[in-house]
T-cell receptor, first 113, second 111 residues
Framework: DQQVKQNSPSLSVQEGRISILNCDYT??????FLWYKKYPAEGPTFLIS?????DKNEDGRFTVFLNKSAKHLSLHIVPSQPGDSAVYFCAASAPNTGNQFYFGTGTSLTVIP | NAGVTQTPKFRVLKTGQSMTLLCAQDMNHEYMYWYRQDPGMGLRLIHYSVGEGTTAKGEVPDGYNVSRLKKQNFLLGLESAAPSQTSVYFC??????????FGPGTRLLVL
């Protein structure tokens, strides 16, 4: 049973515009959330995290928003660049579960020059 | 500074054979992880370690064993490989709660 879902397998955006990647979760106990980026034939790269005590976290062009009542988080990339073309994974964990993180299935972002 | 390295990069096994995947990190990280990634699925945690000499089960531990005898190395063993273990395996390390640095992956095909 997939506890973290990314319902959009792919997304295309024009260079310079905003990319919005979405992630939904079912476990209300999740309190820590992550986004990773993955290029083909490479391991994932950690991008940004957010704790459930916040609803927004920014790091440069990347901002993650958390809506706990909707069990939804999103990653905004502004402005989008061709180098952002990759697969993006969200992940979540609950307290007292050790280092167990549950990953979504990923969204493939293509930024069109 | 090589980061996280994985050996081998690719391997083909026959059903029933055994093998060990090696993960090495040179960042003095406490936490190390083994994940598998299958088509259409997210990364799933197999086993992890919170320090030298410790290991713990993740989401999908069956059919795998691990050891962390040295802080910089985390070994993943398959005692009797099955076709269901065909996957891409990623190792990761971190000094934070979450996996931060991933290796390039090992592609395993079990025939």
């Amino acid at each position: 049973d997939q506890q973290v879902k990314q319902n959009s397998p792919s997304l295309s955006v024009q260079e310079g515009r905003i990319s919005i990647l979405n992630c939904d979760y079912t476990n209300s106990m999740f309190d820590y959330f992550l986004w990773y980026k993955k290029y083909p034939a490479e391991g994932p790269t950690f991008l940004i995290s957010i704790s459930s005590i916040k609803d927004k976290n920014e790091d440069g062009r990347f901002t993650v928003f958390l809506n706990k009542s909707a069990k939804h988080l999103s990653l905004h990339i502004v402005p989008s660049q061709p180098g952002d073309s990759a697969v993006y994974f969200c992940a979540a964990s609950a307290p007292n579960t050790g280092n167990q993180f549950y990953f979504g299935t990923g969204t493939s972002l293509t930024v069109i020059p | 500074n090589a980061g996280v390295t994985q050996t081998p990069k690719f391997r083909v096994l026959k059903t029933g054979q055994s093998m060990t995947l090696l993960c090495a990190q040179d960042m003095n990280h406490e936490y190390m992880y083994w994940y598998r990634q299958d088509p259409g699925m997210g990364l799933r945690l197999i086993h992890y370690s919170v320090g030298e000499g410790t290991t713990a089960k993740g989401e999908v531990p069956d059919g795998y064993n691990v050891s962390r005898l040295k802080k910089q190395n985390f070994l993943l063993g398959l005692e009797s490989a099955a076709p269901s273990q065909t996957s891409v395996y990623f190792c990761a390390s971190s000094n934070r709660k979450h996996p931060e640095y991933f290796g390039p992956g090992t592609r395993l095909l079990v025939l």
